[in-house]
């Protein structure tokens, strides 16, 4: 496995992609748009070429991890695209998924992000949970379908490494930080889901777990258990400031800001722009307003 930094915004550590190699060598995200031209550099740098990459597969559709398919399509006409069933149709055409992140992003869209150019559909193949992709012939990669940040994530895990690639499932932990924040954002958020998610995880063993925002952590089990008590611990604080009339980002703020206190405010920004309170308090916002309370009775269980 190849860690490639595909640096949104310029920021060094902040979204990855990563190159399994093989006989049919698949690169798990693309990164967003704006992030094309240093991954396909760094795609020639490791000796891949238009004809070598034989699929690319993205977690779910968020623009951070699946803006650049349709230009990576593009660059690399024989690899075929996975991605969740609930997300292919957005691959072909995705006219309202962007219409959304406008509304979302504002300005940052286009100087952060930018789009997602269309993949023939022809290109894209639905994968399934169970579904394994061949890397080479002792090599599998099998899907993790994996709800609860979005309703069309998947995790990939690698029969070869061990490893197994979370997408935004466990939450944003970037290195130079060293705190893990929960992803929590509008409009799919689903506490009991991404709960069960993350037991799913953990039900497979992974030696590791690779994170879109950032690397590779070699303690996954330890890990999984964090995401679940602070995803509780975002959840309960969310739903006491619904339940009081008060703003949610606000409460998330207030309980959490001093997580990261201590640190650079400049790696700070990166975090707040990334997965900032008033994009994560949507989210919970939206899973209270649709009666997502009854998750948190009952406490945890734990991981499998």
Request: proline residues 6%; glycine residues 12%.
């Amino acid at each position: 496995m190849i860690e490639i930094d595909t640096l949104l915004g310029g920021w060094e550590r902040v979204t990855a992609g990563y190159l399994l190699e093989g006989t049919a060598p698949v690169l798990v995200e693309t990164g967003s748009q704006t992030s094309v031209p240093a991954l396909l550099a760094a795609l020639n740098g490791l000796g891949i070429g238009a004809a070598d990459l034989a699929g690319v597969v993205v977690t779910h559709i968020h623009l951070d991890h699946a803006g650049g398919v349709g230009d990576v399509a593009k660059a690399f006409p024989s690899a075929v695209v996975y991605v969740h069933e609930k997300g292919a149709r957005h691959l072909a055409d995705p006219t309202r998924l962007v219409s959304s992140a406008s509304r979302v992003y504002g300005p940052l869209l286009d100087s952060l992000y930018g789009r997602l150019e269309p993949t023939p559909a022809e290109r894209i193949h639905v994968l399934g949970d169970g579904e394994e992709i061949m890397v080479s012939p002792g090599r599998t990669l099998t899907a993790v379908d994996s709800p609860g940040h979005a309703k069309h994530h998947l995790g990939i895990h690698d029969s070869l490494s061990g490893i197994l690639f979370a997408g935004d499932a466990v939450g944003v932990r970037l290195p130079d930080l060293g705190v893990l924040r929960p992803a929590t954002p509008p409009p799919d958020f689903d506490l009991e889901l991404a709960i069960a998610s993350l037991h799913r995880f953990a039900s497979r063993r992974p030696t590791g777990l690779a994170l879109a925002h950032y690397g590779l952590i070699d303690e996954p089990l330890p890990l999984l258990e964090e995401a679940e008590s602070t995803l509780r611990a975002w959840a309960h604080v969310a739903e006491q400031a619904w339940m009081d009339g008060e703003d949610i980002a606000h409460a998330l703020e207030e309980a959490f800001a001093p997580d990261t206190a201590g640190l650079d405010p400049a790696q700070r920004e990166k975090l707040d722009t990334l997965n900032g309170f008033h994009s994560n308090a949507a989210g919970f916002r939206r899973w209270l307003d649709m009666g997502g309370r009854e998750a948190l009775q009952g406490g945890s269980e734990g991981l499998a």
